[in-house]
Each structure stands twice: as structure tokens, then as C-alpha cells.
């Protein structure tokens, strides 16, 4: 395999190749970027498994653009009645899509809640919980939400004002930035990554085709830098960094990501002029190089505390 | 810069014509003559990338397109090498060297202001979609909107649809900014010119199994890229019906290159100056066949060229899965009955370089000697001609000893050793 690819890719691939993934019965791709696309074909020929399947998820955000996806959509639900036996039917669609909207509303007001001063949970706390809602079954994470929500904020003086960070950028799954962070006695009160505040933002409106408020949900929910229209993408920042009062930016990217790399001068060049701390961090997808950031964390942390100019 | 340096060569290519009609030296110089229209202030500039977006459409409206990743690429070969010279000013603006050297060229290109204004900024999510990306920042450097023409990766009626909604879409930007009201005579007419270019083109392919290769693979595949603009247009059939007179002639007349070795390349040849040609031909190895010169497209029907010029991109040897590419590579390698495939890796290359494996092992298993050849498209920084003399060299070894113990087993070993374990999940 060749090294300058995608670490998050490879690390699927490996996951495939040396058996990782016993319990796993079925995987669905997504068109998402070159490397995801080859990633299935070259999955589909060296790893066995009973269900693989290439979901394309067009990048024109339009009327056009959702009957597609509603199209590739239904061929999803057809295969996995015929590969497992199963009928999903109206109701149950419906159903799904109300309790993801309750979670997608918890989770909000978790997110919500970090626009505080100081906010009100740890960034890694969040991140963990993220993690796990996005893997485990739905009724399993239920009781952890539930007593996430109802936390009281750690007590703290009314002095205690950590930097505030936002983390943007792609797949984070590893809470080592965040914890490089807190350790740091900093914040981390947003995350707008593939599996952060991007991914809960924007309700599945419950109508009378599910399909089509399905594809119409995820493909005008907040863009990620993989579709078109950078302007898109700063105006949301500048959103994010206005609601949850943001000192620094950390841009966390996978090694090799195109996409990223040519997001990255753009949005360096928004936070110059609005005179915001940037960092962009490239990582491995596992954070294996932890110590030679750490230092650059922390710089980028002084420069937001003042201490150094 | 751009511009002069396009003046010059399409004068030095008009006067080698008069003197001796050539198709290759024709293509470049309506190339660059194309490329150059895009500055005339008067002209309808659509910015494209031609081997990939349909341009029958575009010729339709009497547009020449103007491939902007076609132009930029020219420049390292024509300033003698010095494709960094401009790459460094995107760099210096934060584009960092992992992206391709294609689109940093660009980006360097627009940076210090040799590019033409465009009226419509057009571009393609199929290979790749960097592309994309660096038409969206060109496009915004001149306060435009870019305009993504997104083909997904299967063929289905859905996809069919989808992509001729999109086309009917950008007609109508075409009406807006040109003025006319689409015509559809004149696309069939464009339809009529590509058909019968294609049929060209197949006729070329087949004269260039003769042994020894009656033409060059490598320029077959800058002809197939570089001229892909020219699909709808009556130029591009005369190129092809030029480059078939030469060839013929040049059976005949048994003045085709001495040949040791035929080799398939794939997926495309590098645009800045190496050495990778000149040790080939000193070795008497021909580049007999490039992937990309091969027709992968059905005829187009005339009758609904909408639905058919969509099918045209859906068909395209990079979209869709990688199984129709690594068959089409393998038949390639049998129909043109060649001793090596060589896979030119350019570093940023995500898809060629994640499914390079795939064709690996399908060569494989029928005892194609394969090398993967590292190398760049236009940076020079990271191109080692040593390196490349030494791989390139045994790789000539293996294909040597192949033929010398036959096509079989025997050389096989050697072949695995070198070139195939060491890449391969098989």
C-alpha cells in the first residue's frame, strides 16, 4: 500500500484485512472522497464479508441533487431487506427518525450548554460520549445521555475562565487533542468534525416519504469541506465562533486529506483578518505523534491566554 | 508568461506543419491555439477539464473550451523544466506539497495572474476531486461561481437522470453567457464530429498492435488528455485522420521504431521533462499503448444526446469501480500483446495509487510484469532521474529474462521477487 494515503482509509483496510471486525456482518461506504471510493473496491476484493455497499452521496446540494440521493437511498433499504431478511417499512423508518431527532436534540443541548462561561462539560467528555453514541446501539448510551444531561457543572470560581477552543477538521476519534487541551487548562467547547457537532446539527423533518426527508437531511445539513462551496463552510465558522465565544482554532486533519489541504489557507487566511489563534494539526488518525504537538499546543494556547504575543 | 509562452510555440508548430504535416504537432498547436483564444477578450471563456466533462455540449455553442489544467501543465515542459518556479507561490499561500503538483500549478498560475478570466468556471467531480477544488478557488479569485458537474460512480437510470439534469443545467448557463439560445441540431452535429473521431480513434488503436509499434503510447495518451476538448469538433477528427495517414505510411513502409520490448502505460505520462522516454527508446522498449487512449465510450446516439452524453461520463474508465478498469488494463496488455505495464505513480494520485494494487495482482496472475514507477506530473523537486534510470533498468532485466525463459513459470519468480510481494494483499 502506499504511504501517502489516507491513515483513516489504511486503518479500515487493516481492520478488514487482519479480522478485526468478526461481529461485523455488513459495511456501507460512501462515496465521500477518491481514496473511500478505491477503499471499496479494494475491500470488495481482499475482505470477505456478506454485505459491502457503495452508497453515493452527491456533492450538488439540490432538488436534483436529493431525488438522487433518495434514489441511492431506497437502493440501500432494498438490499439490506434482501441481504438480511428484514422489512423496513414506513413506520419503521418513521419511528427511527423520531428517536434520532430526540438524540439529535439532547445531544444539541449538550452542545448547547458549552456556549456558557465556562462551559459546562470537558470537550473530551463530550467527544467520549459521541464516540460511544455513534457505535452502540441506541437504547444502550440512552441512561449515560440522560445522566449527561442532567449533570451539574463541576464547581468553579467565578474567576476560572479557561481559552475557549473550537477543534474543526475531519475524523477525530481519539480524545488525545482534547485531552492535550484540558491538560493545558484550556477548553476544547466545540467540536465541528465528521463526527462532532456537524453530524447531530439539523432535524429529519417526519413527513410522508422518510426517504426523501432522510436524503434531503444529510445532504443540506451543515456542509463538510468534501462538498462544494468554501464560503459555505466560513460562514459557519464564523457562526460557531460567535455562539460559543471562541479564543483559538485547532484544525485537526488527517495526513493526506485533500480536501483539508486545500481548505486550510482559506480558513487560516478568515482567522488573520478576524485575528483568531489557528492551528492546524495533521495527524495519523491514531495520534501517535502526541509528544511533537503537545508543544505546539500549547503555544498556540499562550498565544490565546495573552501571554505571549 | 502564459500566454507568450503559448504565442511562441504555436508559431515554431505552424511553421514545423508547413514544412511537414504531422497529426501530433497538429494537436499541439490547436492545443495551444485553444488555450490562447481564452485570452481574447472577446471570446466566451468556459473553463473545463476536457477528459472529463462531455465537451460535444460545449462545441455545440461554439465554445473552445479552455482546459485549465491542460494549459498550467504545459508550462513546465515549455519553460524548460521549471514547473516549481510557480507552484512555490501556492505554496507560500499555505497549499502544502502533499496536494497534487497539477492543481499547486494552478493555484501558482492564478496567484501571479497568468490565467484568463473565465466566463463560467466549469469542472467535474470525477478524477479527481482535487480538481474541484482548485477550479472553486480559481473561480473565486475572479468573484465567480464555480460550477460542479458531479457524475457518480454507477450506472443506473437514477444516475442517468441525475447527470442529464445537470447538463440541461449548465445549457442554460451556456445560453446565459454566450447569448444564444441552445440549438439541438447543432449539438447532433457536434454528436456527428465525436462519432466519427471515435471511429478514428479505434482505427489508430488497432493500426498501433503492428509490430513494431507504428506510434508512440506516450503520445497517444497526451493526444487522449490534451485533446479531449477537441470532442465535438471537426478538428479533432482531422488530427486522428492525419496521425492514421502517418501511421499507415509508416507500416508500409517498415520505418516504424526497432522493437525489443512493448510496453502498456497507465494512467498517464508525466508533463515535465525526464528521462523516463529516452532510456525506454535507447532500450528499444515501446510505449505501445496508454489506458487512457483507449476508446471506453459507447458511440453516442444522435437522437437523445442528452441521455447519451451523460452515459458518455458515466462511462468513463475512472468512474465506477475499479473491476472495469483492472479488466480493461488486462485485456489492454493481451490485445497489444506486451512484454511490461508500467504505472506512473504521481504522489498525490489517491485513486491510482489505492487501486494500483488491484491491477497489480490481476497482472499477476496472468505473468504481466508490472512496475510502479514513482515518479511526479510536473514537479520537478520530486523527480529523480537516477532513480528512475536504475528502476526503469530492472525493470528491462525482468522483462528480458521473461522472454527469455518463455512466458512461463520460470520467469515468474524473478518477476514476483522484484516487483510484485512486496505491494500486494494477495
Known amino acids: 500500500m502506499f504511504p501517502n494515503l489516507c491513515p483513516y482509509l489504511q486503518n479500515i483496510l487493516d481492520s478488514g484485512l487482519s479480522k478485526k471486525l468478526k461481529k461485523v456482518e455488513g459495511i456501507i461506504f460512501t462515496n465521500s472522497c477518491d481514496g473511500m471510493r478505491r477503499l471499496y473496491d479494494v475491500w470488495s476484493n481482499y475482505v470477505q ?41 414506513k413506520d419503521k ?39 460511544e453514541e455513534t457505535t452502540c446501539p441506541k437504547d444502550e448510551t440512552t441512561q449515560k445521555l440522560e445522566a449527561l444531561t442532567g449533570q451539574s457543572r463541576t464547581p468553579s470560581s467565578s474567576q476560572d475562565r479557561p481559552p475557549r477552543i473550537l477543534v474543526m477538521g475531519n475524523v477525530i476519534d481519539k480524545p488525545a487533542l482534547f485531552e492535550m487541551v484540558e491538560n493545558a487548562r484550556a477548553s476544547v467547547v466545540a467540536f465541528d468534525t465528521c463526527n462532532g457537532l456537524r453530524h447531530y446539527s439539523g432535524f429529519v423533518e417526519n413527513g410522508s416519504d422518510p426517504i426523501e426527508s432522510l436524503a434531503r437531511r444529510y445532504l443540506l445539513k451543515p456542509p463538510c469541506t468534501r462538498m462544494p462551496g468554501f464560503d459555505k463552510r466560513i460562514e459557519r465558522l464564523e457562526q460557531l465562533i460567535e455562539e460559543y465565544s471562541i479564543e483559538g482554532v485547532i484544525y485537526g486533519s488527517l495526513k493526506f486529506c485533500d480536501y483539508s489541504l486545500f481548505e486550510v489557507p482559506r480558513i487560516e487566511d478568515f482567522l488573520r ?13 491514531i495520534w501517535s505523534d502526541v509528544e511533537r504537538m503537545r508543544i505546539r499546543v500549547e503555544a498556540l494556547l499562550e498565544v490565546v491566554s495573552g501571554e505571549f504575543d | 508568461m502564459m500566454r507568450s509562452v503559448f504565442q511562441d510555440i504555436v508559431a515554431f508548430m505552424e511553421q514545423r506543419l508547413e514544412k511537414r504535416p504531422r497529426g501530433f504537432d497538429l494537436f499541439t498547436k490547436e492545443m495551444l491555439s485553444a488555450c490562447l483564444g481564452a485570452f481574447d477578450e472577446d471570446a466566451t471563456t468556459v473553463y473545463v477539464s476536457g ?5 460535444e ?43 497534487c503538483s497539477f492543481y499547486r500549478l494552478i493555484i501558482g498560475c492564478m496567484i501571479q495572474g497568468m490565467l484568463p478570466k473565465g466566463d463560467l468556471y466549469l469542472t467535474s467531480s470525477y478524477y479527481c476531486h482535487g480538481k474541484a477544488k482548485a477550479n472553486e ?22 444516475s442517468i437522470r441525475y447527470v442529464v439534469s445537470q447538463l440541461k443545467e449548465i445549457t ?42 507504428p506510434w508512440d503510447g506516450a503520445r497517444a495518451c497526451l493526444l487522449a488528455l490534451g485533446g479531449a476538448i477537441f470532442w465535438g469538433s471537426p478538428i479533432m477528427y482531422n488530427i486522428n485522420q492525419m496521425l492514421i495517414q502517418e501511421i499507415q505510411a509508416r507500416i508500409e513502409k517498415g520505418t516504424a521504431m526497432p522493437e525489443k520490448y512493448r510496453i502498456l502505460w497507465y494512467p498517464w505520462v508525466p508533463v515535465q521533462q525526464t528521462n523516463i522516454f529516452s532510456t525506454l527508446r535507447e532500450n528499444q522498449a515501446s510505449v505501445v499503448m496508454a489506458e487512457v487512449a483507449n476508446v471506453w465510450w459507447s458511440e453516442i446516439d444522435e437522437a437523445s444526446p442528452f441521455e447519451a452524453l451523460a452515459l458518455k461520463a458515466l462511462e468513463n474508465l475512472l468512474v465506477g469501480k475499479a473491476e472495469k478498469r483492472v479488466k480493461s488494463i488486462v485485456k489492454l496488455a493481451e490485445d497489444y500483446d506486451v512484454d511490461g505495464v508500467i504505472h506512473f505513480s504521481t504522489p498525490a494520485c489517491r485513486h491510482e495509487n489505492f487501486s494500483s494494487c488491484l491491477i497489480l495482482d490481476a497482472l499477476n496472475d496472468k505473468g504481466i510484469p508490472f512496475l510502479n514507477l514513482d515518479g511526479d506530473m510536473t514537479d520537478e523537486r520530486n523527480y529523480s532521474p537516477k532513480r528512475t534510470m536504475n528502476t526503469l533498468c530492472l525493470f528491462l532485466e525482468v522483462m528480458k529474462n521473461r522472454k527469455a525463459a518463455g512466458a512461463g513459470n520460470g520467469s515468474r519468480q524473478v518477476i514476483d521477487q522484484l516487483f510484485f510481494r512486496n505491494d500486494s494483499f494477495g
Open chain 1, 49 to 89: 464479508m456478506p454485505f459491502s455497499f457503495m452508497l453515493e452521496i452527491p456533492k450538488n446540494r439540490d432538488e436534483n441533487g436529493i431525488a438522487y440521493f433518495s434514489e441511492q437511498l431506497l437502493d440501500l433499504k432494498r438490499r439490506l431487506e434482501e441481504v438480511f431478511g428484514v422489512k423496513i417499512s
Open chain 1, 93 to 131: 423508518l418513521k419511528t427511527a427518525i423520531s428517536l434520532m431527532n430526540d438524540r439529535r436534540g439532547m445531544i444539541m443541548d449538550l452542545f448547547e450548554k458549552q456556549k456558557q462561561i465556562p462551559p459546562h462539560y470537558k470537550g473530551s467528555e463530550l467527544l467520549s460520549f459521541c464516540l
Open chain 1, 273 to 285: 483578518k478576524n485575528r483568531l489563534p489557528f492551528l492546524v494539526l495533521e495527524n495519523d488518525y
Open chain 2, 51 to 55: 477528459y472529463a466533462f462531455p465537451t
Open chain 2, 57 to 99: 455540449l460545449l462545441w455545440a455553442f461554439d465554445i473552445v473550451p479552455f482546459d485549465f489544467e491542460i494549459a498550467c501543465n504545459n508550462l513546465p515542459q515549455a519553460t524548460g523544466g521549471n514547473g516549481s518556479s510557480i507552484m512555490i507561490h501556492s505554496e507560500n499561500e499555505g497549499y502544502s506539497r502533499d496536494i
Open chain 2, 137 to 158: 478557488i480559481v473561480a473565486s479569485s475572479e468573484g465567480k461561481e464555480s460550477v460542479l458537474f458531479d457524475v457518480p460512480n454507477e450506472i443506473s437510470p437514477s
Open chain 2, 172 to 213: 442554460s448557463k451556456l445560453e446565459t453567457i454566450t447569448g444564444q439560445t441552445f440549438d439541438l441540431d447543432k449539438l447532433k452535429e457536434a454528436v456527428s464530429w465525436s462519432n466519427r473521431a471515435r471511429s478514428l480513434l479505434i482505427e489508430i488503436n488497432n493500426l498501433m498492435k503492428a509490430k513494431p509499434c
